[in-house]
């Protein structure tokens, strides 16, 4: 299984860091989020929007979504006008919603598949488990189960239910908006997830604000020193081979 950080960033913009986006490849290609950037990344990495059988979604926030339509169109004008999405529920309200307001994408047929917390499914052979996150919005983390496991936050508090989700997984992408020291709701920070989070092999940190800017390397030794499990700082177009 290979992992790729399209975006590492939020929702404010940084130079270098396009907004939440995670491409999961093993048999087939699935995206994790898609924010305004990954589109841009995909071209980077030479990956056809063709290529990407499904988009999951976390949640909603557009630092998580505004690239997905943009993804449809550029299928459409490649010949594949058809686009298969999970999501948490008022995904398919809401991307239905956008669609109606650009007649020329209303071929486009989008396949919409709406998720609760606790439940597996199947997306391109992926076996996949969901689980609530503690954000400001309905939200949902994912456990993806391939030829290895790797679990994504989404946006979320520290919270146990995610450990519990993550146990045994190869690789944690957990989401760490702000250093420590910043009153912080909805988010995480370095200490509330090292305090909090155990039993994975490792963890990549990711959906940075630019009051992390400088401190990423910090944040990680923090987790780390905390929870015992290696710990990084993701950046856009970091890749990992997970066996
Ligand atoms: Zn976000
Ligand atoms: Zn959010």
Redesign the pocket.
Known sequence: MEITLLGTGAGIPQADRAQSSLLISDEEVLLIDCGAGALLRLGEIGLSPLEVDAVVLT?L?L??VADLLPLAKARYLLGEPWLRVWGPVGTERWLLSLQSLYPYLHSIKLEVSEIDAGCRFEVCGFDMLSASAA???P?LCYRVEGSSTVTCS??TEPTERLSELASGSDLLVHECSFPDGFDVT?HTTPTGLGNTIRGVKEILLTHFYPQCRGLEEDMARTVERLSGIRTRPGRDLMGISLS
């Open positions: 949640h926030h630092d998580h954000h400001s919005v939200a989404g946006d909805n």
